[in-house]
C-alpha cells in the first residue's frame, strides 16, 4: 500500500502570503492518480487538483499544483481568509486502492 | 443538479450490522465508479471501498475487507455498504462520492455511524 505523508501538519500564514503544502508518497505514483482536497469544518472535502497540476471545475487560479514520482505539491499563493482549512493529498494507484495523506491544517491569522 | 445523498447511519453495538445507502441524482449514475469514504470524528479521510460502474469489480480498504460489502443499483441510481462485525473504530462520518477513482469530484453530506455498547 503507498502511503502519504504530508507535511508540515499545521502551517500560519497571515492573508495575502504564500503557502506551500507537501505531499511525500511511499513510492512512485503516476501524476495522473495524484489529487488535492479541501475541506473546512462541518462540510464535505472539495476537489482542488487532480492529475497532480489540473485545476477542478471553478477553482481558483491562486491554486496550483505540481510534482511527480514521490514528491508533490498544492501552492496557494495570495492567501484568503476563506482558504482556512484542511488540505488532504489522495492517490489512486493501478490497482483502484485510494489513500489519502493525514492533512495539513491551514490556518489565516 | 449533482447530488448524493446518504442515509441509514445510526448508533449500533459492537459485532452488530448496518447497511448504508446513497441515493444519486443529476448525473448518469450507471457511467460512474462510486467510493465509501469515511472520517473518524477529529481525524483525517480513510478510504474504505469502490465498486466499479457496473458492479463487476470491487475494492476494499484491509480494514474493513471482510467485513463490508459494497454494491450498486444503477436502476435505482443508488450505491449501498452493508457493514458486519461493527466495531468501535468504525465509528465515522460515512461519505458516499462520485468516482472515477482518481477525480472525486461529488461528494454526499455523509451519514454518521456510531459503534458503541
Known amino acids: 500500500e503507498i502511503v502519504l505523508t504530508q507535511s508540515p501538519g499545521t502551517l500560519s500564514l497571515s492573508p495575502g502570503e504564500r503557502a506551500t503544502l507537501s505531499c511525500r508518497a511511499s513510492q512512485s505514483i503516476g501524476t495522473n492518480y495524484l489529487a488535492w482536497y479541501q475541506q473546512k469544518p462541518g462540510q464535505p472535502p472539495r476537489l482542488l487538483i487532480y492529475g497532480a497540476f489540473s485545476r477542478a471545475t471553478g477553482i481558483p487560479d491562486r491554486f496550483s499544483g505540481s510534482g511527480s514520482g514521490t514528491d508533490f505539491t498544492l501552492t496557494i499563493s495570495r492567501l484568503e481568509p476563506e482558504d482556512s482549512a484542511v488540505y488532504y493529498c489522495?492517490?489512486?494507484?493501478?490497482?483502484?486502492?485510494?489513500?489519502f495523506g493525514q492533512g495539513t491544517r491551514l490556518e489565516i491569522k | 443538479e449533482v447530488q448524493l445523498v446518504e442515509s441509514g447511519g445510526l448508533v449500533v453495538q459492537p459485532g452488530g450490522s448496518l447497511r448504508l445507502s446513497c441515493a444519486a441524482s443529476?448525473?448518469?449514475?450507471?457511467?460512474?465508479?462510486m467510493l465509501w469514504v469515511r472520517q473518524p470524528p477529529g481525524k483525517g479521510l480513510e478510504w474504505i471501498s469502490l465498486i466499479t460502474w457496473d458492479g463487476g469489480i470491487t475494492y476494499y480498504a484491509d480494514s474493513v475487507q471482510g467485513r463490508f460489502t459494497i454494491s450498486r443499483d444503477n436502476s435505482k441510481n443508488s450505491l449501498y455498504l452493508q457493514m458486519n462485525s461493527l466495531r468501535a473504530e468504525d465509528t465515522a462520518l460515512y461519505y458516499c462520492?462520485?468516482?472515477?477513482?482518481?477525480?472525486?469530484?461529488?461528494w454526499g453530506k455523509g451519514t454518521t455511524v456510531t459503534v458503541s455498547s
Open positions: 462520492v462520485k468516482g472515477p477513482a482518481y477525480y472525486l469530484d461529488v
Open positions: 489522495q492517490q489512486c494507484d493501478d490497482s483502484e486502492v485510494n489513500t
Open positions: 443529476g448525473f448518469t449514475f450507471a457511467d460512474y465508479t
